[in-house]
């Protein structure tokens, strides 16, 4: 059974950081896509950020580009996000999320097979 289990969330101030992480197990996820999600109260779910499988490649959403970094430990079948200058905006709940159909997730996350159970992200002002 494949499972993906983030870790890393909880309340910080504007201007902190967070490591979020996602160890996914059941499977090797090595030749795969991986990123990561979030959805806020009352908002549909949004994009933040693909890795390719080698990790040679990534993409972020606009809002969070050179303040977020995703990257992956294939030999610990674990991905990261790394979460920096946060802002209250930045407040969701943050899902990992995995393709075995593709090196790459596009922002519409049509190609997920699996999704994490999420955490919680709070940044206060």
């Known amino acids: 059974q494949v499972q993906l289990v983030e870790s890393g969330g909880g309340l910080v101030q504007a201007g902190g950081s967070l490591r979020l992480s996602c160890a996914a197990s059941g499977r090797t996820f090595s030749a795969s896509g991986m990123g990561w999600f979030r959805q806020a109260p009352g908002k549909e779910r949004e994009f933040v950020a693909v890795?390719?499988?080698?990790?040679?490649?990534?993409n972020y959403a606009e809002s969070v580009k050179g303040r977020f970094t995703i990257s992956r430990d294939n030999a610990k079948n674990t991905v990261y996000l790394q979460m920096n200058s946060l802002k209250p905006e930045d407040t969701a709940v943050y899902y990992c999320?995995?393709?075995?159909?593709?090196?790459?997730?596009?922002?519409?996350?049509?190609?997920?097979?699996?999704w994490g159970q999420g955490t919680q992200v709070t940044v206060s002002s």
């Open positions: 890795i390719s499988g080698s990790g040679i490649y990534t």
């Open positions: 999320a995995a393709t075995v159909r593709s090196n790459w997730i596009r922002s519409r996350g049509s190609e997920v097979d699996y």
